[in-house]
């Protein structure tokens, strides 16, 4: 077994549990029940899932410049994802699009 | 005007994108990537940053290592949250204050506490430094503290990475 072998295998690994957390993403997309929540599963389990894919990938390539490609993809995943997120979240809740309104609690007086 | 607009750092990063994006190095990609990097910076310049802020290397070790088991954490939580059988979760919106008042420090906080599941980041007032959290799987005050301590502990960790003058313990500003 050699280290070509390795880099294959933990690259499906990483590509399986990658798309595991993609389909869950879209799961919770519809079963979440209001648009903050479905922000959750619209942006989160995809960070760490499209990362994974994009690792897997690498290892099975290997070649400088692709690997390169990647890291960019990476870097502008994880830069846009919570603008998009940020924004959609934002204007919903603005606009008073979330509700009910859910609990609103200013957690300022925590005193540990 | 040519040397306010066309910052070295900006042009490299640009012709460093164009040559990954075709994939190989030749003198060809390189020759243009400057070219566009230098036509895309004239077109659009960007605003020098005042970038008051100290880079400090094992405490951005830290901060990357806390956010990577953060990230991990997180999203198996809310990928269970979002399969589990029975009523799928509820959240609840709340303000977090943070200490720093740098705009650039107070943004890294924010896009990396957006980055890890269970908080989604709906506003920042950078003057006050309020943030708007929406926490998913929240049910009572235990549990809003619980992501409030989270959040401030991130902030910390971003502080001590980055920040010049690392403002003192939240209980000291307290009034």
């Known amino acids: 077994m050699s280290w070509t072998d390795v880099a294959d295998g933990v690259g499906l690994v990483c590509l399986l549990a990658g798309a595991l957390l993609c389909l869950s993403a879209s799961i919770g997309l519809l079963r979440f029940p209001d648009l903050l929540t479905r922000m959750h599963a619209g942006t989160k389990p995809q960070v760490l899932g499209v990362l994974l894919v994009l690792i897997g990938v690498g290892l099975r390539l290997r070649s400088g410049l692709d690997v390169g490609m990647l890291v960019l993809i990476g870097a502008f995943q994880l830069l846009t994802i919570p603008v998009s997120g940020h924004m959609i979240g934002r204007a919903a809740y603005r606009t008073g699009a979330v509700e009910p309104v859910q609990v609103r609690l200013t957690a300022d007086d925590d005193d540990t | ?159 001590r990475a980055l920040a010049t003058d690392v403002p003192g313990p939240t209980t000291e500003e307290r009034t």
């Open chain 2, 1 to 159: 005007m040519i040397r306010r607009r066309v910052q070295p750092f900006p042009l490299l990063w640009l012709t460093l994108v164009w040559v990954l994006l075709w994939g190989n190095v030749s003198w060809a990609n390189v020759l243009g990537g400057l070219a566009l990097g230098f036509v895309i910076l004239m077109v659009f310049p960007l605003p020098r940053l005042s970038v008051g802020m100290t880079f400090r290397p094992v405490w951005f070790a830290v901060l990357l290592g806390h956010f990577v088991v953060d990230l991990v954490r997180a999203s198996v939580t809310v990928a269970w949250l979002a399969v589990r059988p029975g009523r799928p979760a509820n959240g609840v919106v709340f303000d977090v204050r943070l200490r720093g008042r740098d705009e650039l420090l107070q943004s890294v906080t924010a896009e990396m506490v957006a980055l890890v599941p269970g908080t989604v980041v709906i506003d920042l007032e950078p003057a006050s430094g309020a943030m708007t959290i929406h926490a998913l799987d929240v049910h009572d005050l235990d549990g809003a503290r619980r992501i409030h301590r989270q959040i401030l502990g991130q902030e910390d960790r971003v502080l």
